[in-house]
């Protein structure tokens, strides 16, 4: 099925404050550079909407027939704990902080919380990006881009740090407003005694003799800065200028900033074309985030009974740079929703002929008019809220004319086409088989069954209980029930 909307993708760019056709650098081909988590801690639902704003990026840029080159950086080393507060040098390393609270390597620390933060995202249905780096492993590459920018006189070193001096980028704060004139009327939170500038930003930091992380530099040993890697990693991977850099809208400032001026100065050339920022998600009106500690995991939502693909449903449905309140109302709607697609393509799927019509009335017409809408809304900077609405206005159609038999086999068989490409872009996981319920849980559900009818409701409630520790759910429906997996 080829594309009906003649309008193109358009994206708002925090660069340029405004929405604009997206153009790749190479025809058909597209870079994409996404900040990936720090490993030292579960990664919360908060980070899954970041991740899933990219993904819905990447998968409606390959619905549109590009192919997508995605890369994801691993945080392994130099995230300070005070950093989302001052420049890059401040605090503990959050990965050494965590091994030593739990008596492990740095690296035990990042291999679990890597391999947490892929089954979370293989769970949430995101697609893998081609290539994980992972910053311990680019060294070498950031030190290259630190001498480079010594040379250039765009840093300097003292006492084996070195600082990217901010004044001699005339650039500095195109992203994020935070120009040196407006960053010298704001508050300075700590300063370093090596800094010429207090908003000057650490590239490579002298490592005390303790410290668990450290490499050899020719500034002696250290470590690097938390914004260096991505520079290293995004160039080594994309190129030089790339089209795409993702991340939430807290990486605008300091992150995303120092990254372009430390490229830019290092490259001469624009560092990405296309800076694409989510919103974030809120707990009660304040920022879901590890520090406040006014977050969820993914196992939280489940033991309440939804699944991965719920929070999907809840997450897109709401516009990607708009803030989110998360609520169990929210969650409760979003699980309703999917629901009703879920039926939907159930039903479609499992039409007898006889319900059929020979000439049905929702000709090719009516589904390009819904794919126009879908494709338009997308177009119009991802708007999926737009794109749902287009979606559930369909569903109620195409259900009338199905109750009043007036469908064709044919018209059906296109119906599901167009869904299946619909669900590559969302994700939603509606097409895949439902998984063999294994014995075991059919035989527990049988018992529970049993003991509800004997009104031992008791017992029936215990059998829930474990059935839910085991991962799967019942839904009483009038006659019988539903096993559904979490
Ligand atoms: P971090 O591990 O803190 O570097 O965060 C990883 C990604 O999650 C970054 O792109 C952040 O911008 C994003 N992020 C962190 N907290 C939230 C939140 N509450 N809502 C949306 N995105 C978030
Ligand atoms: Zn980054």
Known sequence: MSRVACYMLHIYNTLTNRKEEFKPIHPGKVGMYTCGPTVYGYIHIGNIRAYTNADILRRYLEYAGYEVRHIKNITDVGHLTDDDLAQGDSGEDKLIKKALSEKKTPQEIADFYESYFRSVENEMHILPAQYFPRATAHVPQMIKIIEGLIEKGYAYEKNGNVFFDISKFKDYGKLSGNTLENLKVGARLEEHPDKKNPWDFALWLKAPEEHLMKWK??????????????????????????????????????????????????????????????????????????????????????????????????????????????????????????????????KLKSVEPMELSKKGKFDDKKLKGYQDKFESAMDDDLNTPLALSAIYEMITEVNKLMNDKKISADQVKDILNFWEKINDVLGLRLYEKEEAVPDEIKELAEERESARKEKDFKKADKIRDKLKEKGYEIKDLEEKYEIKKI
């Open 217 to 346: 530099s020719p500034w002696g040993i250290g470590y690097p800065g938390w914004h260096i890697e991505c520079s290293a990693m995004s160039t080594e991977y994309l190129g030089e200028t790339i089209d795409i850099h993702t991340g939430g809208e807290d990486n605008i400032f300091p992150h995303h900033e120092a990254e372009i001026a430390q490229t830019e100065c290092f490259t001469g050339k624009q560092f990405v074309n296309y800076w694409f920022h989510g919103g974030m998600l809120q707990e009660k009106g304040e920022k879901m985030s590890k520090s406040k500690g006014n977050l969820y995991l993914i196992e939280d939502i489940k033991k309440k009974g939804y699944t991965a693909m719920d929070l999907r449903m809840l997450l897109i449905s709401s516009h990607y740079k708009s803030s989110l309140n998360f609520s169990w109302d929210a969650m409760d709607q979003a699980k309703k929703n999917l629901d009703r697609i879920s039926e939907f393509i159930k």
